[in-house]
């Protein structure tokens, strides 16, 4: 098993040649340093205080009520926030995540908000994000990219090459139940967290401006926040060449309303909710 050090996979955003490339594609994550400006944290920073403020009606609470801190999430909020729609179309990040996929075409999936305040015991669980998604395909990229200073002990981890397969059961972070493909369809995860001598983990300690990205099939969990800061962090899902619409029977997180009508199966994903933002 390969074992990382502290360095493995973190690169600057002005240095992303083929050993970043080839970096993704064998680990499924990778650390980009100085990947936004000081203005683009600002924005963010902006846009996050308007989406607490008035949140959507996609906005929940993933911690317990007896929980002292809170974990906030939202999603798809772009066409809203001018804050969220100028870093993701002025920023580097199209232009990342073009470099890494070596995709002709760079799509905006959605974004997706997730704050936990100080405190904050609640973890996010191991998970795979595409099976909670309507989309096929293995040209994917999610961008995490914080506000606030994460330390190591909060940051966002992952298993490296869980991005090749297979498909593990996704479940509701809360209760833990399969409401999305039927129990038994797919593997259980394995007990990472419990065993994690035994599985190749990566993660980073972060400052704003810094982000990490990842294969929307890689395994990833983060732990709980401290006492003394808050843990902002935007996170953006760009499609590349070969994803294509994959409509479920049940409702995806996030749910596109009323896109099965409008768009077929095995359909790129063409449609105004998800804007090209680069293309070669």
């Not at 199209?94 to 405190?119: C, M």
């Not at 810094?210 to 890689?218: E, G, I, K, P």
Request: with cysteine; proline share 6%; glycine share 6%.
């Amino acid at each position: 098993m390969t074992t990382f050090t502290a360095t493995d996979g973190d690169f600057q955003a002005s240095d992303l040649g083929e050993a970043a490339q080839v970096f993704f594609r064998e680990h499924g994550a990778l650390c980009i340093r100085n990947a936004l400006t000081d203005g683009q944290i600002e924005q963010l920073k902006a846009g996050i205080e308007q989406n607490l403020s008035h949140p959507s009606p996609r906005a929940k609470v993933a911690s317990d009520a007896d929980d002292p801190g809170w974990f906030f999430e939202d999603f798809c909020n772009w066409q809203d926030n001018e804050h969220y729609r100028r870093v993701i179309h002025d920023s580097a990040l199209a232009a990342i995540a073009q470099r890494l996929l070596g995709s002709k075409q760079v799509r905006l999936y959605h974004d997706h908000l997730l704050v936990k305040e100080p405190n904050t015991r609640q973890r996010t669980p191991w998970h795979q994000d595409q099976p909670y998604y309507n989309i096929s395909g293995s040209d994917t990229i999610s961008f995490w990219i914080p506000v606030d200073p994460v330390a190591q002990a909060s940051t966002l981890e992952f298993v490296a090459g869980s991005h090749q397969g297979p498909w593990l059961m996704p479940r509701s972070f809360m209760d833990n139940q399969a409401k999305w493909f039927a129990e038994g369809s797919l593997a259980d995860l394995p007990k990472i967290e419990e065993h994690r001598e035994d599985f190749p983990i990566l993660g980073w300690a972060l400052q704003p401006g810094d982000l990490v990205c990842f294969n929307m099939l890689t395994l990833h969990a983060s732990a709980g926040v401290g006492g003394e800061h808050r843990r902002r962090a935007f996170s953006v899902r760009m499609l590349g060449d070969d994803v294509r619409h994959a409509p479920r029977r049940w409702v995806t997180s996030p749910d596109f309303p009323g896109l099965r009508d409008r768009l077929p199966e095995g359909a790129i994903m063409d449609d105004l909710l998800f804007p090209v933002l680069l293309q070669k």
